[in-house]
């Protein structure tokens, strides 16, 4: 039994370099993908699986971004909705001036129900309500003299009792109008 106990001892003494090790290890440790602190742990190198799942993604998206350029399923996309939007401008303006402008508060009505996100993308969509004039595909039949769906909903959203841009009528950051009249500021515009 003594034999054994001088082969034990030497695993019982404290290790003074074991010691300064443990002293060295943080109490807490930042995120590298949101920044919050969360108590160190050897392997964990984030503050949660979603922040571990983001911080891939975000770096799979700079090798490879996801945008029509890269992504056959995403150009297929944006030609869709480029597509609705040349169809709905080709629609208002194949109308009768007088039906326009119940045309265009059904669309503006219809994105801001939620029922149709295609429809609020384009009525929201930045690069349909100021188009750039030197793309034509933009505008309806290839001419600037025609605006596109989401420049008439705004300019309709502008002039009516809403007071706003479409992009706030859309998202529900303006109230419902008092009372559902045109007056005849607005049937000029249309």
């Known amino acids: 039994m003594g034999a054994l106990s001088r082969i034990d001892m030497p695993q ?9 090790s443990m ?10 993908h949101c920044g919050d602190e969360f108590p160190f742990r050897s392997n964990k190198k984030f ?17 490879q971004p996801v945008n ?17 939007a040349a169809r709905m401008a080709e629609t208002l303006y194949s109308m009768p001036p007088f039906q326009r402008l119940g045309y265009i508060e059904e669309v503006v009505q219809l994105a801001r129900s939620g029922n ?23 505008f309806p ?10 420049q008439a909903a705004d300019r309709y959203c ?6 706003s841009g479409v992009a706030a009528v859309v998202r529900g950051k303006v109230s419902e109008p008092p ?6 500021v607005m049937a000029l515009a249309a």
């Open 47 to 63: 503050c949660s699986p979603s922040c571990r799942k983001l911080s891939a993604q975000r770096d799979q998206r700079k090798k």
């Open 116 to 138: 149709c996100p295609r429809v609020r993308q384009i009525l929201t969509m930045p690069a349909l309500i100021r188009p750039n004039p030197d793309k034509k595909h933009l």
């Open 23 to 32: 002293s060295n290890i943080p109490a807490s440790i930042t995120c590298p």
């Open 141 to 150: 039949r290839g001419c600037r003299s025609y605006c596109t769906i989401s």
């Open 158 to 163: 502008l002039i009516s009792p809403w007071n």
């Open 68 to 84: 029509a350029t890269n992504s056959p399923d995403e150009k297929r996309k944006q030609h869709e909705v480029f597509e609705l």
């Open 12 to 20: 019982l003494r404290s290790n003074p370099q074991r010691k300064q």
């Open 179 to 184: 009372t559902g009249e045109i007056n005849e």
